[in-house]
């Protein structure tokens, strides 16, 4: 593949080895030759002028020379790789169909775009050209300076001594994106923003060129002020009769095109088979330019062979100081590998001279499968550059048919020049570039500096080859440093604009294009979901974690434990604009949804019946307050109303999935939407593609014919209908049973799958590649559908009258095929106040209840005084804890009896296990259970559960809880399963504990409910760095989603550090790994917490550790609020420090941005206890610079006492990060009262001075404390030192400084390091702190003199120095 084309002209000259021969004098005499006047110009380029050409069989002896020669002068991102005639309909595939004096079209792929010639021929006015305009007329002295382009001076921002000039020339200012791009090309960084010297945001076009002639780039990032000096880069002002002489600017013209000649001497190794068939070719990279790739050829058609070496002459243009080269070849021939010895390189010009050895193979086969290799210059003996291999991460998008299996390319490009095009060829995976798949490919180069661009693109070869490229993450291995490249665009010429190749800016790291990422989906999913708010719809609002639906009651009173058919649950959207909806009752058109307050209520009507609706990037909703942002409806787990001040708590949720009703009533036109940009289509052939656009192509009628059973036919091509027939799901079917499908409706989502009524258990589903074909349910997203009406249809055949319940009547499950909720129950020890009990003798005159069922249990040779209690599973949720009782527990249980109950069973769908267990309180607490029996009282259906087990701790497994499972035809509809359970306990001191360990799992189909760690397979239980084997018998869980942990210990030397939790489930041989990696119980937002959720570790969802909420003595509600940049959040944990009169409250852990915490523009809300501490006077907050992205910018910090409502609002507008303002990850703000003056923040400056002593300096991370009269300034890392760029070296001070609420007056220090890196033992000399306040200077000296190194003196290394009396001024 040709290189990047370049600017300078470059031609080569074979010699012998004894120095350059004369070329041999063509015969043109007996062999005339014919020359053809060309002229080529750039596909879809009018603005390209062309370039003309003389084809000749002495200029170009083969089509490929002409390709090669037309990449140099035409700018196509991949070389000129295809010539046709000016509209395309032909390929020039030869000289000979060149024709003199036409005109021919060159592009890098098979598809051509059309130009207007006549347009593309026009030379441009002299006024219009960029290029100064060179004039032989004297100037005049009145010429105004505005007759040229404006010169504009940019600066990058927060560096003002990097100033460029740019000329706003036509073809820069043809829009303001435009000159971002070009602003982006000459600063060699991303410009996406600009602003005056002043930090006024300059927002257009206009505004640019009317600003004051020098602006500010930035990227995504705030404003940096500072000195933007524009003095030094104007033109300096020229005095009257003084003559300027051009004589020296023309001489120094011509000899910047003076070209140089370069002698180059190449050695092939004498390895077997290190020659090569392929052609070589050299790029020299210059600092002022690079040239074009050279082509060793020679004359005798022998280079490049085993042992020998080859010399050439090469020409070039300018091209500066030399500083690397690539080397490489074009993989031709039968035997391309290639090893390369050493290149000598001459310039007889200057007499430089350059060795530079390779010993590296290019091949395919060997090594990294490279062809190519840059090569950095040798200055003396050092690299003048380090060479990097960048990893290169590749995200093809999740649309459907997104892959591609064609060859992708990839340029990279720096301020220090680029890597030249190269295959991007062997990933770690084992097929490249497949649908959602993120590819990680290594390339090595010279080091480009800071990267500012990706050319990305494919040859468009194979089938399907169309290619949905998401992102490119770009790592350099050698700054450590993280480039992002957002596209979310198509490289398909059958796709938006027909392009196959794509320039990408760079956009930030990989934490901000996560957010851009995030950011857009939740863009294309309000556009995909907003038809749902169009005025006069009727919604619901599903709670994934109550799993119930938001009710208004008459009272106005508001929860979210509806029923789907319960006639409260349903809202009308009568006023729609924008994002902003009012919910009126469907049943009580006086009430709406509102929040009054922070609290959900109805109203009736008005602005807090304003709701801003704000999705999320997984199709869920929040209901936001138009009045008071920031106030949402918001639920707790039991489906009651959390007040505002609750929020940021965990077991809340404020997520709805969002129902509309009526989608599916005869003739309706809809859209039965795959991804957000993509739909189920009728291809032409009769085949349906879940890729199809979401155009009118995709739009299909339904037609209803009973309740959840509906044919879908194309609205485009009349009379053919969806299908499932002979194995195939196409959309040829006539209407008949093949083109029925019951309509599952799936709430997790608001998503439906299409299940064939003649083929139950067959759903219509989605190939990777878009194709449709019949499949088994499952929960890919394979077999999802998100229905959008296009135009609603009516209430037929089922009549006008139809209620909400009738006309969305469930469908009843497949008998082959059946979906399991993820509801669960663990167990709980309390009883549940729903069961209902009677005796055996008892009799009921009620009218039976669909509700209604009758429970026998038969106890075997041994019965329990135990409280047992039952849960039941069923497919659409769960009933339980039940607890079994009666008046007299006594008589309940005893060996070879059967006790009868009656219990109440809502809603929860087909029953498909039971789990039934005792709590083991009674000295009787062994307990052999036969057989469960329950039957339905109204249908008499009957489930016979046979247990045959033993529920005691010490016997069997240990577990006094077991799970049944439904059995039909005589096989259980899911095996029983056990699972072998590896608990870790972690390495750390005191890591161990003697407390009772709980566990749960949760999968697909449920849970397995709280048991208790029992029976290991060690002696002892979690011992440290011990590895404890449990087995945990269940109903099969299908794949295993995440664990519950629990530890309750009230004293410290019992809690508990687990690493991580392996479940192996021994029937699919599956390893599940949890990571737990922190102590149970633990802190977070300053309560206690004895259980943690742990997710599996390939899904990794960052969910908040269950909270309970209590109100105590000394609650204080703690508001933080992030701002509003684009990167403001972190992925930091957070902490808070209080200080009060009487002590400080210590670290109180906030939580982790990992978990949905400190995003960006939020305000989060915690609450701390602060008892007993005293008056505050001062606050402290920070991070521990942990995650992927922990810079924040933090707003504001509110305290308030919520039994005084006292509060203090502490404005920050600060980043905290070691890479912005003073690098400190902490700040310390003062209380303000209004009956007392804040104490200062005051600045002290550390002088650190390091011993003389042998080996006395260090590479640790130090850390220091100042201790004050008035408390302490926290653990700070002393990162940044003012006056040297290595610190704490032998002899040396090292000047520091922080940021401190005034400490008065300090008495000591605590001094360390963490022991990381080399060398680490540190010898200490002394500390001078100095402060200035404004009625007091203080210099404090604490004197050390010792070793803090483990391994000398007393092996401490953390010292406590006092302050030296006598030294304190």
Known sequence: MSETPSTSFSTIHPISPEGPGPYPRHASILHPVVAKRINFYKSGDPQFSGVRVVVNPRSFKTFDALLDNLSRKVP????????????????????????????????????????????????PRPWQSPRAVSAHAPRRPALPAAAGPRRLVVFRNGDPRT???????????????????????????????????????????????????????????????????????????????????????????????????????????????????????????????????????????????????????????????????????????????????????????????????????????????????????????????????????????????????????????????????????????????????TDTFFLEAVHLGDLYKVVIGHDGLGPGNGWFLDDIVVRDTTSNRDYAFLCRRWLDQGEEDGKIARDLYASGNSISLGRQKLELKRKETWAAESWKFTKGNTLQFYNKLTGGFVRLHPGGTVDAVGQKTDRYAFFDVIFNKGNV?????????????????????????????????????????????????????IFDRHGKIADASSTGYADLSKEFVICAKGVFLDSAVILLITSL???????????????????????????????????????KNAQMYLRIKDGRCDGTGAGDIDCHFKIKKNLENASISLESLKSPGLFVGLQSDGQAKPIIYTKDGSVFFYPQVIQFGRDYPMGPSVTFSQEEEKVHKSKNQMEISPKSA?????????????????SSKELLSEDEWKVLVLTGDSGTQANVTLWVYGDEGTSGPIRLGKDNPEQLFLPRQEDEFQVEIRSIGEIYKIRIGHDGTTEQAEWNLRRVTMQHMKSKKTLDFAANVWLSQIRSYGDTVCELPVEKGGRAIFPLVRYCVYVHTGQLNHAETKMEVYLCLYGERGDAGLRLLHQSNMPKKFQRGQIDMFQVEAVSLGKLQKVLLRCEASDKSQYWYCEKVVVRDPDTASKFVFICERWLPFMSQGIIHSEIELYLQEMQINHQPKIQEEANEGDWKVTVVTGDFEDASTSATVFLYVYGETKCSGPIILGSGKHQLFNTNSADIFKVNLKDIGEIY??????????????WYLEEIRLENIATCELFCLPVDSWIAENENDGDIWKEIPITRANKAPLPVVVYEIRIQTGTTLGAETESNVFINLIGTRGDSGKRRLHRSKNNHVKFQRGQVDVFSIKVVSLGKLNKVLISHDGKGPGNGWFLESIIVKSEEEDSNEEVLFPCNRWLDEYQDDGKTERELLAQSNHRT
Not at 829 to 839: F, G, H, N, V
């Open 163 to 437: 100033g460029r000039v740019v000329l706003l020339s036509r073809a820069v200012t043809q829009s303001f994106e435009a000159l971002l791009r070009h602003l982006t090309e000459v600063l060699r960084c991303p410009v996406a923003k600009l602003y005056t010297t002043d930090g006024r945001k300059v927002p257009s076009l206009q505004a640019a060129i009317l600003s004051s002639g020098a602006v500010v780039a930035a990227g995504r990032e705030p404003f940096k002020p500072g000195n933007y000096d524009i003095q030094k880069y104007l033109p300096s002002a020229r005095l009257p009769g003084i003559t300027h002489h051009r004589g020296n600017a023309r001489n120094a013209r011509s000899e910047g095109r003076k070209g140089s000649n370069w002698k180059v001497s190449i050695i092939t190794s004498d390895l077997p088979n290190a020659g090569t068939s392929s052609q070589i070719y050299i790029v020299l990279y210059g600092k002022q330019r690079s040239s074009a790739p050279i082509y060793l050829y020679g004359t005798d058609g022998a280079q490049f062979q085993v042992g020998h070496e080859d010399n050439f002459t090469i020409t070039v243009g300018n091209i500066g100081s030399l500083f690397k080269i690539r080397i490489g070849h074009t993989n031709s021939g039968l035997s391309p590998a290639w090893h390369c010895k050493e290149i000598q390189l001459w310039n007889t010009y200057s007499g430089e001279q350059f060795y530079i050895p390779v010993q590296r193979w290019l091949a395919r086969e060997q090594e990294d499968g490279e062809i190519c290799r840059e090569l950095p210059i040798i200055n003396k003996g050092q690299p003048v550059l380090p060479v990097t291999v960048y990893e290169v991460r590749v995200a093809t998008g999740e649309l459907w048919n997104a892959g591609t299996v064609a060859n992708v390319y990839i340029s990279l490009y720096g301020e220090k020049g680029d890597t030249g095009s190269r295959q991007l060829f062997r990933s770690k995976s084992s097929s490249n570039f497949l649908r959602g798949q």
């Open 581 to 633: 909806c009012i919910f009126q009752s469907h049943q009580m058109k006086k009430l709406f949804l509102g929040l009054d307050n922070g609290t959900v209520t109805g109203v009736g009507g008005g602005t807090p019946a304003e709701l801003r609706v704000l999705y999320q990037a997984h199709r869920c909703a929040v209901l936001e307050s138009v009045l008071t942002p920031g106030d949402a409806v």
């Open 76 to 123: 196509l991102p991949f070389g000129v790789r295809n010539i046709s005639t000016p509209r395309g309909g032909h390929s020039i595939t030869r000289l000979e169909e060149l024709q003199d004096g036409q005109a021919y079209l060159c592009s890098h792929g098979p598809r051509v775009q059309p130009v207007d010639l006549q347009r593309a021929r026009r030379r």
């Open 1178 to 1191: 001062k606050i402290r907050i920070g991070h521990d610079n942990s995650g992927k992205d922990p810079r």
């Open 677 to 715: 940009r993509q739909a189920l289509c009728l291809q032409p052939d009769g085949s349906c593609t879940g890729a199809g656009r979401q155009a009118e192509n995709s739009h299909w009628r339904v037609h209803r014919i009973s309740s959840g059973v509906c044919m879908f036919e194309s609205v």
């Open 826 to 842: 663990a167990w709980s020890p309390l009883p549940s106040p729903t069961a209902k009990e009677i005796r055996c003798s008892q």
